[in-house]
């Protein structure tokens, strides 16, 4: 069944911010496309976060551990320095970090924006 499959969400913060991707079709898309959180969707008999931390490789190049579920398909990650000063950005993608007063303000995708109104408080939480 097609359009059955789970998606899953990962919300990757760092120092009380929370990185975000956005794409383009292309150097001349002038269209408004939304900022995400980066995200899966499972088609194959693999975890959520086996998925996710293929998913975040391919998207930023760096590797993740220690992704904690979260609720339903969400999961978090908190990146180190080393996985931010390791982040790739590929061709017509925007990979930024945003405190929550700027992602506030930010065109959201609708995943994106229903994940931070259920959890919110998980980008101001400090760095352990």
Same mark, same amino acid.
């Given at each position: ?49 086996? =998925?996710? =931390?293929? @998913? ?16 339903? &398909?969400?999961?978090?990650? @908190? ?9 790739? @950005? ?13 992602? =506030? ?11 931070? &109104? ?11």
């Amino acid at each position: 069944m097609e359009g059955d499959n789970p998606q899953g969400l990962i919300l990757l913060t760092y120092k009380g911010k929370v990185l975000l991707m956005h794409k383009r079709n292309g150097p001349g898309d002038e269209e408004q496309h939304p900022w995400t959180f980066i995200g899966v969707i499972l088609d194959k008999k693999e975890s959520f976060e086996n =998925a996710l =931390a293929k @998913r975040v490789k391919k998207e930023t190049g760096i590797k993740i551990e220690n992704i904690e579920f979260i609720s339903e &398909s969400y999961y978090h990650a @908190r990146l180190t320095d080393d996985n931010v000063n390791n982040i790739e @950005r590929g061709e017509n993608q925007l990979l930024d970090f945003f405190s929550p007063k700027e992602v =506030a303000k930010l065109l959201l995708s609708k995943p994106t924006s229903q994940f931070l &109104s259920k959890h919110s408080t998980l980008i101001i939480q400090p760095h352990i």
